[in-house]
């Protein structure tokens, strides 16, 4: 008979796992995480999380808070869905993102845009530089294709698999499910508008920092890129560190880098005053 058939002798075997830690998981509480960015104090920690390959998590972040997310070794594919908090009818819209500010590459200094021409996110940092906001999420079908089986509980899930559970547990359904943005992968369209892809892998630790400007729900899956060209199922552990900050000042030079920034900014901060 196994050692856990009795349920006394099952829970005093859970209770034994307690301590354990492998490196695919949240850090609870989050003050007790470590390689913290510089001049971020423990107390103000509201989020460390290494999400596993194939894996996603999700979150509620206050205005104002900083999030950065890490490709560890150097081949993470974070998919990025991002949602109004007081109301997920808002989210992010990739074709306004792009639009509005008359660029299609983000980077430092860009914002990622509500579908209410609002802010969501400001990125502050970006030691990457390889993203991508054409392609959107895998989904069964393109990993079916790419890997032979694409279902959500084989062993190559898709993106959009990933982003229908993580959207569940925040009370919402497929059809919240919308064009993500894939960071640490970069896709460009040349001159001749052909799609150019930059895949990886590349170096460890490269990092994006971005600052949530109202409160919000962020949503990420680490899957491969939908247009991954290799054989292999690869994909590598993303570090999330998300910590309180200061909600963004009149003279932030973000907010004023643009007309169209401020514009943004501007309509932020009159919904956020109701």
């Not at 490196?23 to 971020?40: G, S, W």
């Amino acid at each position: 008979m196994s050692g856990t058939a009795d349920p006394k002798s099952a829970r005093a075997h859970a209770r034994a796992q307690g301590a354990t830690r492998v490196e695919a998981m949240p850090t609870l509480p989050a003050r007790d995480a470590v390689n913290l960015p510089d001049n971020v104090a423990p107390d103000s920690l509201l989020w460390d999380e290494t999400i596993a390959a194939a894996g996603y998590a999700s979150q509620l972040l206050p205005r104002g808070a900083r999030v950065r997310l890490t490709d560890l070794y150097g081949d993470a594919c974070a998919s990025l869905l991002v949602f109004n908090a007081r109301g997920t009818q808002e989210r992010l819209n990739v074709a306004d993102t792009i639009k509005v500010q008359w660029n299609a590459y983000l980077g430092a200094g860009k914002l990622l845009l509500s579908d209410m021409g609002r802010v969501l996110f400001s990125i502050l940092e970006d030691s990457a530089n390889t993203h991508d906001a054409f392609c959107g999420a895998s989904n069964e079908a393109s990993n079916a294709r790419a890997y032979g089986d694409g279902s959500g509980s084989g062993p190559f899930p898709s993106a959009r698999d990933r982003f229908l559970k993580a959207v569940a547990k925040h009370g919402m359904t497929r059809k919240d499910v919308h064009p993500c943005i894939n960071l640490f992968k970069e896709v460009r369209i040349d001159d001749a508008g052909v799609t150019q892809l930059k895949i990886g892998p590349f170096s460890p630790n490269r990092a994006v920092t971005l600052r949530a400007e109202m409160d919000v729900v962020l949503i990420i899956a680490n899957c491969p890129h939908v247009l991954d060209p290799r054989a292999d199922y690869a994909v590598t552990p993303l570090r999330v560190t998300a910590w309180r900050g200061a909600v963004t000042s009149e003279d932030d030079p973000v907010r004023q880098s643009a007309p169209e920034a401020l514009r943004a900014f501007l309509n932020t901060e009159a919904y956020c005053q109701i």
